[in-house]
């Protein structure tokens, strides 16, 4: 027969199945995968800040992408790198401290496509009624697209962790490496049938609103490329695109993989590993993507490298 503990403020993370022999490795690749994602989007986001010729509409919400991947992975890595080093038994947690990580981990998954839908609808401005793009795409405009990306985000998780804070706990063990939604629910003894359709809509809402805005935005970019006269500017404009769209790809991909084995228990290992990488990947590839596809910004790197070596050679 299973024990029960109510309403315990002390839970217990089961986190990564690591061997001994495996676990120094597993600790370093994380530790090198965070420092590499932290450094990267910090970095980007200091380019954007400092240079000028970045302060576009395209790049200032660009940014809270990066700022989402950096408190996504913050969120999760450094707890993780933790445990990892100690047994099962003394990987704890207070409750308080799972709910925030929770709803923090939310924000992020929800942050990731609402800041890639707005992304989306910049460069379908800018492609599709460029004449107009400075006075649609105004300072005004920019703060009210992200404070909307932010805002309907915090909205929905908020809904999506209330409705879980209010149930009786019989249960110690959180089966994840982090806390989320499921995980925290998972804990009450009580009915969820109202957790588990919130949280249904909320996924197919969010889901739906994500891929088919994207489908219609580019559907229409396409088209008015296909139908224009200049082709340098109609490429140009194709690979801005198609850029933003592997970044989607990336986040919409690594998603689904932890959404299906969610639905298959004996893949529990696997879900476990797809939830990591699902803040790891996108969040090491997202400024990659974008440094390499953004002549301004390889613009930028070049001049400071060639100024410093310059500036060495001189010193010589």
């Known amino acids: 027969m299973e024990n029960y503990t109510y309403n315990s403020f002390i839970l217990q993370i089961e986190g990564l199945k690591v061997s001994k022999d495996s676990m120094y490795p597993v600790f370093f690749f994380f530790l090198i995968a965070y420092i590499v ?38 969120n999760i890595v450094p707890r993780l790198l933790a445990d990892i080093l100690v047994p099962p038994s003394q990987r704890l947690i207070t409750y308080y401290q799972c709910v925030v990580q929770a709803f923090i981990s939310h924000l992020f998954g929800t942050t990731s496509q609402t800041v890639l839908m707005i992304m989306a609808y910049d460069r379908y401005v800018a492609i599709c009624n460029p004449l107009h793009y400075a006075s649609i795409m105004t300072t005004k405009m920019v703060i009210k697209l992200t404070v909307a990306a932010w805002g309907v985000a915090f909205v929905l998780v908020g809904i999506l962790l209330g409705l ?9 063990v ?25 949280g249904l809509t909320y996924t197919v809402v969010l889901k739906a609103a994500s891929i088919g805005s994207t489908i219609l935005t580019y559907a ?55 939830t990591i990488l699902f803040v790891i990947v996108p969040g090491s590839l997202n400024t990659i993507i974008y440094g390499v596809q953004s002549k301004e910004i390889r613009k930028f790197l070049y001049e400071m490298f060639h100024k410093n070596k310059c ?5 010589k």
């Open 174 to 198: 959180i089966m994840n490496p982090f806390c989320d939604n499921a995980s925290l629910f998972k804990l009450s003894c009580e009915s969820v049938l109202i957790n588990n359709v919130y």
């Open 220 to 274: 229409k970019i396409t088209m008015v490329c296909m139908s224009g006269k200049n082709k340098s500017v109609n490429k140009k404009a194709l690979k801005t695109c198609s850029t933003h769209l592997v970044v989607y790809l990336i986040m919409l991909i690594s998603g689904f993989i932890v959404i299906i084995l969610h639905r298959f228990p004996q893949y529990a290992d696997y879900r476990k590993l797809a």
């Open 311 to 315: 500036f060495a050679l001189c010193k």
């Open 164 to 172: 879980t804070i209010r149930l009786n706990r019989c249960r110690t």
């Open 37 to 74: 994602i932290m450094a990267l989007n910090i970095g980007i986001s200091i380019i954007i800040l400092i240079d000028k010729n970045l302060h576009q509409p395209m790049y200032v919400i660009f940014c809270n992408l990066s700022v989402s991947d950096m408190i996504g992975s913050t």
